[in-house]
Structure formats: C-alpha cells, structure tokens
C-alpha cells in the first residue's frame, strides 16, 4: 500500500469517526440488549460497532427488497399474462376465455366455474390457477390438462 493510500485511509477513518455520535435509543428491549451485548463481547467489537453493522445490514437488505419488489411488479406489467384476481365467485364461458389477448392466470378467488370449455382452451389460454378455494370445470375437461396448472386449489370439482 502506498503512503498516499494509508493518507486516504487514515482520513476516511477521521471522517467517520466526526460522523459518528452517543444516540440513545428508546423501547430497546432488556433481552435483546443484553443478547447483543454478549455477542459484542465473543466478536472483540462494541455495542456501537456490532449495532451499526446490524443497521447497515437492514439497510442493504430493505433497499434490496424494494428493488425486488420493484423489479417483480414492473416483470409482471410487461409479462405475457392476464392476472384475474380477488374475485369471491367468477363464472366464465370458453368464448369468454378465448377474447384475452394474453394467457390467463386466476389468482385469490373462493369460487371460480368454467363452463362450455375444451382442452384446447385451457391448453392455449389459461396459464394457471393459484389459490383457489373451489375450481369448478366440465366433466368433459381432462383434469390432467388442468391439474399441472394448479397451485394452491383446494377443491376441484366437475360438474
């Protein structure tokens, strides 16, 4: 490391240590402080110093999240799929199917009843059924064609 490194160094470390100050944190409970004042101890670092890591660390994995979540959000607005959701009871026709533009996913729905629908609908337009209380089908429906798109379904019957 060169003498102009170490000088980098040094001064970083004098600018956090200005940054740093006492802060006192109110409603930290009794067990925990002295779970983290133990832990402090075994690790050869101060409660400041094991609590700024811990903070940090929440920091990074929040930011983390939100871009998760940000990501996951904007993947399905540019996906190929119809999210049909929150629905207590839905009854739709194959026709009515075959008008989505997209695959169609039912999501969060108590109730869901499909009528006058063959295999190669389902096959071609529905991409999946997640939590769905009761998932109500044609008997002429194969349910080998429905139950690989099932996640989450409690109760299937044909009618």
């Known amino acids: 490391m060169s003498e102009n490194d170490e000088n980098k160094n040094d001064k970083n470390e004098d600018e956090n ?15 925990l402080y002295r779970r983290i004042n133990a832990l402090a101890k075994e690790m ?4 400041g110093e094991v609590t700024n890591d811990a903070y940090r660390l929440l920091s990074s994995t929040m930011d983390g999240a939100v871009n998760i979540s ?34 169609v996913s039912f999501r969060n ?3 869901l009843t499909l009528t006058d629908i063959d295999d190669q609908t389902v096959e071609s337009k529905i991409h999946g ?3 769905i209380d009761e998932l109500r089908i044609p008997k002429e429906l194969k349910k080998s064609i429905i139950l690989p798109k099932c996640s989450f379904v409690s109760k299937i019957v044909q009618v």
């Open 17 to 31: 240590k200005k940054e740093e100050k006492s802060v006192s944190i109110k409603g930290v409970r009794k067990d």
């Open 44 to 47: 050869g670092q101060t409660i």
């Open 70 to 103: 940000k990501n996951f959000v904007e993947g399905a607005r540019n996906s190929n799929l119809q999210i049909i959701a929150n629905i207590d009871e839905l009854t739709l026709k194959g026709e009515e199917i075959k008008e989505f533009s997209r695959k």
């Open 109 to 111: 729905i108590k109730v």
């Open 129 to 131: 059924f997640v939590d």
